[in-house]
């Protein structure tokens, strides 16, 4: 058992860079799964850093977690456009066959099957660069043995759980802004269905997914795709991913009470992880429309799933909002 929030910090840190490394030569021989288990386990790290940053050197930390974001993102790279693939391809199966108009499902793989294999040689080409060599290297030392600062010193579990706390009064606030920017409208109700909240489609010019880190939760979309409430979300989402690793962490130490509010947070996670994919597969249907519309073909089938697809996020947070109801306050 831990006797000091050091030794919880560095006993997790060793258990995720053990699970990159294990995963690592599984994602270059492309097994099932590999690059979700390696992103996880690269996530997990970054989150805890974070979360954690007041115990480390703050200064090492932030470089590290840069470093980790880019990885995290070149992963995504090749993961993310197999997810949608599977995702419009389920709704398009589920399409009457009178309601199917033109190439769609031979167009969403052509697009996504590009952009797959674009992003797992850019996944190739980062484990194989020195950058990556360099960020190993740097987390085998902090894994063997973290920069603590003097707070790590303090007992485990009260430490622990006072920075689980504040992860989940940080995914609070950012529920609170949520609800005041509503503009009177009732939890659960996407103001306008106003598409992809800032994403990108695979394949859009300047989506930057070929080796930049970008992936289908990238920046830089048209300004009519935008959409500040979805963009919400998906903060809150992220915030509420940060709060289960740190819970995950401190359960060692904890016990049920962190079982709980990261079996909660994960719940949260799950939900907005669902209304999250929507708004991604909104911004493709978009485009994969718009280039329909150029050649000459038909829409149509894009232009249901869309609707689908809006039914889908609205169901999403409505199953959040319930779920936030009983989420634990601190």
Known sequence: MPTTAGEVLTNYLAEQFAELKHQEPLVRENQPDAVHQMRMSVRRLRSLLATAKKLLDEEVVTDVRA??????GVLGSARDPEVLRERLGE???EEPDALVFGPAARRIDEILDAASAAGRQATLEALDSDRYAALASRLAELAAAPPLAGKASRPPRKTMLKLVAKDAARVQRMVGKLEDNSD??????SPGHQGSGGQQAFGQPGSGQQGSGQHASGHNAPAHLGSAHDVGLHEVRKAAKRLRYAAEAAEPVAGKKAAKMAKRAHKVQKLLGLHQDSVVARAQLADLGGRAFRSGDSGFTYGRLH?????LADLSEAKFWKAWKK???T
């Open 67 to 72: 470093e980790l974001k880019w990885l995290s």
């Open 91 to 93: 709704l398009l199966s």
């Open 184 to 189: 009177g409208g009732s939890p659960g109700t």
């Open 307 to 311: 609707a689908r697809e809006e039914g």
């Open 327 to 329: 989420f634990p306050r």
